[in-house]
């Protein structure tokens, strides 16, 4: 099993930025994705960001391109989103997520696909 835990978030304004961070324990993930999701009030989870574990290659959302970075720290088993140029409708609660996978993992953008899940932290931002 695989336990994350998040941390960060908060209210900022418009434009503002924020930072989440996401640490893994347990059977930790050794290959596959790690991956940002939110869900508004009312919506459905959504894809925000992934990262695969073993590359390091890195998967975005088109709403969310060029203002949010998805990074990782192998050796803390973290990993983190970077949101800047936050705007209201970025406004949800984010939660990470482990999609363990062999070598040759696929992205998948789908939250169902996901093993484990954190506790999710809100992220408000303020017109």
């Known amino acids: 099993q695989v336990q994350l835990v998040e941390s960060g978030g908060g209210l900022v304004q418009t434009g503002g930025s924020l930072s989440l961070s996401c640490a893994a324990s347990g059977r930790v993930l050794s290959s596959g994705f790690m991956g940002w999701f939110r869900q508004a009030p009312g919506k459905e989870r959504e894809f925000v960001a992934a990262?695969?574990?073993?590359?390091?290659?890195?998967y975005y959302a088109d709403s969310v391109k060029g203002r949010f970075t998805i990074s990782r720290d192998n050796a803390k088993n973290t990993v983190y989103l970077q949101m800047n140029s936050l705007k209201p409708e970025d406004t949800a609660v984010y939660y990470c997520?482990?999609?363990?996978?062999?070598?040759?993992?696929?992205?998948?953008?789908?939250?169902?696909?996901?093993?484990?899940w954190g506790q999710g932290t809100q992220v408000t931002v303020s017109s």
């Open positions: 990262i695969n574990w073993r590359s390091g290659n890195t």
């Open positions: 997520a482990a999609d363990q996978q062999g070598f040759w993992a696929v992205l998948h953008r789908d939250w169902r696909e996901y093993d484990h």
